[in-house]
């Protein structure tokens, strides 16, 4: 429910967001009237600001930071609509209350789907002019003036003789009821928004003075590992610890519903004590099937018609009607996360309830897990929530895995202390939560004059909401739309298009990963349409724009990433471009590549030209930061990363296995950014769909194959 107004009734702005089950902007009990226990003279206007008589402005951040800027970028809407001084923010997370700080998209609170800025633009600058405008009114009732008279700059205000900080207005402030009206700037007005403000969360990681959960100190504070299954679905038959517990540091060995896990006074005994265990596994009911088992399963339900999630036109006739058609089959792997921080959380059961310290992503699922795990109330437990190093989706499993992991140590060991579980890479590989592994069948005409006449799609894969059953209720009419968004929503105009799915059950753990089902299904659709173009001996570019006529803003990007890449210009003796386009969670990325093929048949991506519409800007150099990024990470899964498994084993461990991009081989990224007057969308994500499909059709320019099955480095290839 977006809000373009900037004149908003604060009676009105409540009632639109009520719909969503969101309160904005009230007081806090006791907040905002200096009786707060312990901030006599703070200023507590709403939910998210705070000021302290030190003149430092604090905003509750109600998303997770894992590198993407999200603080940042929430606390410039806060300072900006405050006129406040960059320096004097300050930021801290929000506790789990769905009532306050929920996501307005997902109706929970959640870190996710490139929701952050989209969910809170207008949430954030409200609380910020809120702020503000009681600050101006207690300066003009102090000083016997017209609140329209004060000026407000940097965190100061100020008429005539008249000076004060925010701070030392602060307790006047506090006293005052907030207005029914504020009244948010305009574009024009904007001091931050729109810039590229430093971001506050970089001095302390460049100094390595964030704490992360890794560096959480609590007194009495153990450290646990667990010996996981090494099969999804496979359980402790017995245990022998007594090799373990003769280890100096091993405090104690218990059996959890995960597993089995070792306590220990620091991480190498603990490691030495799982080592140690001798434990046999009962796999009667463990997924013991292989990817090449799956894949072939999986190949065999392309030949029946799955759960439709588009159905346009006559697909059988436009089949018969087309001149040329092209039949395709896609294979993607499964895919681990692999952020740089392993899965980590301290759990702590003492006097009745429960805490725990961990990058929540999700808040209010991680306590409602927690709690289960504990076997309390979530009123019993409240959740710390720190920065994380990384997730792309990892650590908002629907489950809360290492969370309830962590909670089911601490319960088992009487809640006699904290308990930090640490996960290796070897851990969070091998008993995580993955990108399914999936299978596409596509096939699409065109006529005599080079127009798509059909499009049939099918995809074969694992339900990642159907992995849960409280989520399972998004599921429609049997398709769950993680598995289908950037098929069901193609955005090309083509009067005969049919998608359908099947979603088959698989013991694996699945969950969202960066960019979730566009991740695979951008390949499919802009390889194909890539391959079409060809076949209707058409330029790429120019084709994909006669089948955008509809889509302005696919169009504008499509053609902004051209022109900065000098689309049709000449190129050097054995390089070739590539182009792809593809919007996911409203926001609309193309790119060009350009690349080679090296001499031991490797692909070589040296150049790759973004453009992005995300609508209204809030700090350019967070969208570069995340454009360059998903690049990276998509080469990563197009041209090395696949998780495989070997009679329900899986085969990798570490990075030695799980490749990813390393730095001699990131290409240089070029970003453009759409000046846009649309209201702000997220770009965590959606750089990465486009890289993968752009580098294929480049290597199809320079090889004349089509790769149909990733990851690349499996391919040896020679140029045309």
């Known amino acids: 429910m977006p809000i373009h107004e900037h004149d908003l009734d604060r009676r009105t702005f409540l009632k639109a967001t009520a719909a969503l089950g969101l309160v904005i902007g009230v007081s806090l009990p006791g907040a905002g009237r200096a009786i707060a226990a312990g901030l006599a003279k703070s200023f507590e206007p709403n939910a998210f600001v705070r000021v302290a008589p030190d003149n430092t402005v604090t905003v509750i951040i109600k998303h997770h930071e894992m590198g993407q800027g999200v603080t940042t970028g929430l606390a410039t809407l806060v300072a900006d609509e405050m006129d406040a001084d960059w320096s004097q923010i300050r930021t801290e997370y929000a506790p789990a209350n769905d009532a306050l700080y929920k996501n307005l998209i997902f109706g929970f609170q959640a870190t996710g789907g490139s929701t952050s800025i989209a969910n809170s633009f207008d949430q954030m600058r409200m609380a910020g002019a809120t702020a503000r405008a009681m600050l101006v009114a207690a300066a003009a009732k102090d000083w016997g003036v017209a609140a329209a008279s004060i000026v407000v700059s940097k965190g100061e205000l100020s008429v005539g003789a008249y000076r004060a900080t925010f701070g030392q207005m602060a307790a006047a402030a506090a006293a005052l009821t907030p207005p029914e009206n504020v009244t948010l700037k305009t574009p024009a007005d904007y001091v931050y928004i729109g810039k590229s403000v430093p971001r506050l969360d970089v001095p302390a990681k460049s100094t390595g003075t964030e704490t992360y959960t890794s560096d959480l100190q609590l007194p009495g504070l153990l450290t646990a590992v667990t010996a996981h299954p090494p099969k999804f679905g496979a359980t402790v038959k017995s245990v022998d610890a007594s090799a373990a ?26 490691i030495q004590g799982r080592d140690a265990l001798k434990i046999i596994w009962d796999e009667a009911k463990a997924e013991t099937r292989s990817s090449a088992d799956l894949v072939a399963a999986y190949k065999a339900l392309l030949d029946t018609p799955g759960a439709v999630a588009l159905n346009n036109g006559d697909v059988t006739a436009g089949l018969a009607s087309g001149q040329t058609i092209i039949e395709a089959v896609y294979e993607f792997p499964y895919l681990a996360h692999a952020a740089m921080e392993p899965m980590n959380c301290v759990a702590w059961l003492h006097d009745g309830k429960l805490e725990t310290w961990s990058g929540h992503q999700a808040p209010s699922l991680d306590r409602g897990n927690a709690a289960a795990a504990a076997g309390l109330g979530p009123d019993q437990v409240t959740v710390h929530t720190l920065p994380s190093g990384g997730s792309f989706g990892r650590r908002s499993t629907f489950n809360g895995d290492h969370i309830a992991e962590a909670v089911h140590i601490a319960r088992a060991m009487g809640g006699e202390v904290p308990i930090r579980l640490q996960r290796t890479r070897e851990d969070d590989m091998r008993a995580g939560h993955y990108r399914p592994l999936y299978v596409h069948g596509l096939t699409a005409a065109i006529d005599d004059a080079g127009t798509i006449t059909a499009w049939s799609h099918r995809i074969v894969g694992q339900s990642i909401y159907g992995s849960f059953p409280p989520f399972a209720a998004l599921i429609k009419d049997g398709v769950d739309s993680s598995s289908v968004e950037g098929a069901a929503t193609i955005p090309y105009a083509i009067p005969n298009a049919r998608v359908d799915l099947h979603s088959p059950a698989v013991g694996v753990p699945v969950h969202v990963w960066r960019s979730v089902g566009n991740s695979h299904t951008a390949y499919a659709v802009e390889t194909m349409i890539d391959e079409l173009a060809a076949a209707a001996g058409k330029d790429p570019v120019a084709f994909r724009l006669a089948l955008l006529t509809e889509k302005p803003r ?18 050097p003796q054995g390089v070739a471009r590539g182009v792809a386009v593809h919007e996911s969670f409203n926001t609309y990325v193309a790119q060009v590549v350009e ?25 350019p150099d967070i969208i570069r930061a995340q454009m360059e990024g998903a690049v990276g990470f998509g080469l990563s899964a197009t041209l090395y990363s696949e998780l495989t498994l070997d009679r329900g084993a899986v085969t990798q461990g570490n990075f030695d296995g799980f490749e990813v991009l390393r730095l001699d081989r990131m290409p240089v990224v070029e970003v453009h950014i759409v000046d846009s007057t649309e209201q702000p969308t997220g770009v965590g994500e959606p ?25 690349m480095a499996g391919n040896v290839l020679k140029t045309a």
Not at 555 to 570: H, N, Y
Not at 595 to 619: E, F, H, P
Not at 687 to 711: D, E, F, H, Q, W
């Open 245 to 270: 517990l003769a280890i100096k540091g091993v405090v104690k060995v218990v059996e959890i519903p995960e597993g089995v896990a070792v306590v220990a006074k620091g991480m190498w005994p603990a």
């Open 554 to 571: 696919h169009a504008g990007v499509l053609r902004l990433a051209a022109e900065k890449a000098g689309w049709g210009t000449s190129l």
């Open 595 to 619: 690349l080679r093929i090296a001499d031991d048949g490797s692909v070589k991506v040296d150049r790759v030209v973004v453009a992005v519409d995300c609508g209204q800007v809030v700090n």
């Open 687 to 711: 750089g990465v769909p486009p890289i993968g499909p752009a580098v294929a059709n480049a290597v199809a320019v320079l090889t004349g194959s089509r790769i149909r099955t990733l990851p």
